[in-house]
């Protein structure tokens, strides 16, 4: 059974950290490419960060945002430094190999003081 389990998300005031945490099972971790995507209220979901043959950025996160994976622990991270209001949205973690996608419930970010 395939499973895409975020976590880490909360409430920060601006400038401050998170790191969320995208734990799966049922599939090759290693094999897939992981990507970050998030939704604010009102906005289309946005590339965030993807991890594959190459590591991309949104040019509104690049030098703040890091994404990393570990594959012996088929887990994904997004660390986010430098938080600001809005970046405030749903994050979601997306595992995509050929015509294999999966997707987690994701999890609420809220920048505010």
């Known amino acids: 059974q395939v499973r895409v389990v975020e976590s880490g998300g909360g409430l920060v005031q601006p400038g401050g950290s998170l790191r969320l945490s995208c734990a799966t099972s049922?599939?090759?971790?290693?094999?897939?490419?992981l990507t970050w995507y998030r939704q604010a209220p009102g906005k289309e979901r946005e590339l965030v960060a993807r991890a594959g043959t190459s590591t991309t950025y949104a040019d509104s996160v690049k030098g703040r945002f890091s994404i990393s994976r570990d594959n012996a622990k088929n887990t994904a991270y997004l660390q986010m430094n430098s938080l600001k209001p809005e970046d405030t949205a749903v994050y979601y973690c997306?595992?995509?190999?050929?015509?294999?996608?999966?997707w987690g419930q994701g999890t609420q970010v809220t920048v505010s003081s």
């Open positions: 049922g599939f090759t971790f290693s094999t897939y490419a």
């Open positions: 997306n595992a995509k190999w050929l015509f294999h996608e999966y």
